[in-house]
Nanobody, 115 residues
Framework: QVQLVQSGGGLVQPGGSLRLSCAAS????????MGWYRQAPGKQRELVAT???????NYVDSVKGRFTISRDNAKKTVYLQMNSLQPEDTAVYYC?????????WGQGTQVTVTS
């Protein structure tokens, strides 16, 4: 059974940092494109960052220069390092694994940025 188990997140003040992790099981991790999405209250889920199996990265404009996505294929884990967090980054964050017609989601983790 495929599982994406997320960790990290929590409450942080503006300007602070957090790191999210997403550990995969039961998939050939290195062949999957991985991503992080977020959903704020009352808003649609949006793509935050992606990293392909070839380690090509892409970011939504609002997080460029602040967030970094990375992957460790040996640990079957994808990370999202979030720096200079702002209140507008508050959302539930989800990791995602995609390959061809297969897509899997993590359970979601809350990130709250507030003073």
């Amino acid at each position: 059974q495929v599982q994406l188990v997320q960790s990290g997140g929590g409450l942080v003040q503006p300007g602070g940092s957090l790191r999210l992790s997403c550990a995969a099981s039961a998939i050939f991790f290195s062949t999957y494109d991985m991503g992080w999405y977020r959903q704020a209250p009352g808003k649609q889920r949006e793509l935050v960052a992606t990293i392909t199996s070839s380690r090509i990265t892409n970011y939504v404009d609002s997080v460029k220069g602040r967030f970094t996505i990375s992957r460790d294929n040996a640990k079957k884990t994808v990370y999202l390092q979030m720096n200079s967090l702002q209140p507008e980054d508050t959302a539930v964050y989800y990791c995602n694994a995609v390959k061809n017609d297969r897509a899997y989601w993590g359970q979601g983790t809350q990130v709250t940025v507030t003073s």
